[in-house]
């Protein structure tokens, strides 16, 4: 699990999703600290709320 391109492969799967968000996930995986990931982790609840106004903005 210490592959970057790997970890980075995964998070291109949700689509579509805003680019602070997603140069943030990409950041948070290349340097590979675990306890990053941890907070990373934490947030993921943070990042779905974003991505949903995201999308109901976009949809009118």
């Not at 970890?7 to 600290?33: A, D, G, M, W």
């Amino acid at each position: 699990m210490r592959n970057g391109n790997t970890n980075t492969n995964v998070i291109l799967i949700p689509n579509p999703i805003p680019q602070f968000v997603h140069s943030f996930l990409l950041f948070s995986f290349n340097i590979n600290s675990f306890p990053f990931f941890l907070f990373f982790l934490n947030r993921i609840s943070f990042f779905r709320r974003i991505r949903s106004a995201y999308l109901n903005f976009f949809r009118g």
